[in-house]
């Protein structure tokens, strides 16, 4: 039996450089977390574009990282692991993503998965998973929960009539759970070096996806990288004085035409994965 691949995407801190105010990039970033969560991609990676000076990066970077992660989150956890922050200052306009973890129903029952936050409480480890009351907690992860809140994925249980808590390691099999953020300084190039996944990158210098063959197949990760609205990867490794063949295993442009003097990342995205899907799963 062939493994599920991993499935990584890579975009720029400069993702939303484009947009003028908050607003228009908290749009533009749950545009993204959209269309990521629909092609059930696991992790997105944010990388640093050097044409951004450190400072505008630093907090472009910033932003993208925590309405990212503040979006997968489900509701009910959101004001214990996010405290209040300008950068949110538009959320509230957003519709949910609607993943299988964001649980709608104060209702719990047993066996059943839910994303929980874990802290002390009392001087006993608390799990809030949504439900009417605070349950107990199995299995405590080995950390020092002074200060700390921490979000973790629990299995509901019972015992004499009363709920309680277990956390496990891993989100139920073949259920999408969302993806991880992984936000970082290092460029493309220095973050790609080693990686042992089968890299894709997107732009329209490079030959129509429908003329080349794609084969990830002896891969556990695939990984597709994509560029900014101001410069697209040839010019972003350029940067670093490097090539796309030297960095990716392959690069692809995702349309032949377009009406438009350019895709945008949103759009990009959404096509690229659409034309993938089929070669990816």
């Not at 970033?29 to 092609?39: D, E, G, P, S, W």
């Not at 993208?64 to 209040?84: A, G, H, S």
């Amino acid at each position: 039996m062939v493994p599920q691949l991993t499935k990584i995407i890579a975009i720029p801190d400069s993702a939303v450089y484009d947009c003028s105010d908050i607003r228009s990039k908290t749009d533009k970033i749950f545009q993204i977390a959209r269309i990521v969560a629909i092609f059930e991609f696991s992790d997105i990676i944010i990388y640093h574009d050097p044409h951004l000076k450190p400072r505008e990066a630093h907090r472009e970077r910033r932003i993208i990282n925590r309405i990212l992660k503040y979006v997968e989150c489900p509701q009910y956890l959101r004001k214990r692991l996010f405290p209040l922050s300008r950068d949110f200052v538009a959320v509230g306009t957003l519709s949910p993503l609607a993943l299988p973890h964001h649980s709608l129903s104060k209702a719990i029952k047993v066996n059943e998965y839910r994303e929980a936050a874990i802290f002390l409480n009392q001087g006993r480890v608390r799990a809030d998973v949504g439900y009417s009351h605070l349950l107990e907690v199995e299995s405590v992860p080995n950390i020092s929960f002074v200060n700390r809140t921490m979000r973790v994925t629990v299995k509901i249980q019972e015992k004499d009539t009363t709920f309680f808590a277990k956390v496990v390691p891993k989100p139920p099999k073949n259920v999408y759970w969302g993806y991880k953020v992984h936000s970082s300084a290092a460029t493309l190039t220095k973050l790609l070096k080693d990686r042992p996944e089968y890299k894709i990158a997107t732009s329209r210098t490079c030959q129509p996806i429908s003329e080349i063959s794609i084969s990830p197949s002896r891969y556990n990760n695939l990984l597709v990288a994509f560029g900014g609205p101001y410069h697209g990867i040839p010019e972003i490794l350029k940067a670093d004085g490097k090539k796309i063949n030297e960095i990716f295993d392959i690069c692809i442009s995702i349309l032949k035409h377009y009406g438009t003097r350019a895709l945008r990342l949103e759009e990009a995205l959404s096509i690229t994965l659409s034309r993938l899907q089929d070669v990816i799963k």
